[in-house]
């Protein structure tokens, strides 16, 4: 929002230069434009990915309407329900990230094969969110659904096959089998009553790093 009111003022700059009475600065109006290109970038920047992560949820969620907000700190501090990562209707597909999930999933779409416990929680976050715009309610079958989904999310991502694959795994095994309560269920396990059988699961064998 600081960067959008920064660029306005240059704007503002501009159009007061341009019709002002006195003699146009050139240097002065070259050095404006640019100050307000450099401003407007973060916005349009961030516009840009909360557009790829809308595109994204949308092919997770199939055939639903899912609609990605990525909030800021000031919409997250006010947000009714900031104690968790996102939340999403699904009635109305519309999802909301909170601060600072979306930098994180772009940070993690620029060094996959180093993603912190942070960006991986980013990653599940954006699919289970996207699992509720598709019609899910009950939090432990979105929570499967997504697990057996976050390698799908990486690679719209844009994350190499092999490492969406691993960081998939790296979630479900070193993150969603430590849960417990209403996001954890015992049937969410290779050839459970969870289980998808999706083309792609992560449970495909042979998956070695499942087996120690
Ligand atoms: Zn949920």
Redesign the pocket.
């Known amino acids: 929002m600081l960067w959008i009111i920064a660029s306005l003022f240059f704007c503002w700059l501009i159009y007061r230069e341009l019709t002002s009475s006195m003699l146009v600065s050139k240097p002065y109006l070259s050095i404006l434009i640019i100050l307000a290109l450099l401003t407007a970038w973060p916005a349009y920047h961030r516009w840009r990915f909360e557009h790829l992560l809308n595109s994204i949820a949308q092919q997770l969620a199939e055939n639903h309407l899912a609609i990605v907000h990525c909030n800021t700190l000031w919409d997250t501090l006010f947000d009714e329900d900031p104690g968790v990562g996102g939340h999403a209707d699904p009635q109305t597909g519309y999802i909301v990230i909170q601060y600072p999930r979306c930098d994180d999933l772009m940070n993690y779409s620029k060094h996959p094969a180093n993603a912190s416990k942070e960006e991986l929680y980013s990653l599940n976050i954006l699919t289970?969110e996207s699992m509720?715009a598709r019609g899910e309610y009950n939090?432990a079958k979105?929570e499967c659904a997504a697990v057996q989904r976050n390698y799908q999310t990486a690679i719209l991502l844009g994350v190499p096959d092999a490492i969406a694959r691993q960081n998939a795994i790296a979630y479900y095994k070193n993150y969603y089998l430590h849960q417990t309560g209403i996001y954890f269920s015992k049937d969410c396990v290779p050839g459970g009553a969870l289980d998808e059988h999706l083309n792609d699961s992560i449970w495909k064998e042979p998956v070695p790093e499942l087996q120690d």
Do not use: G, K, L, S
């Open positions: 289970h509720h939090e979105t």
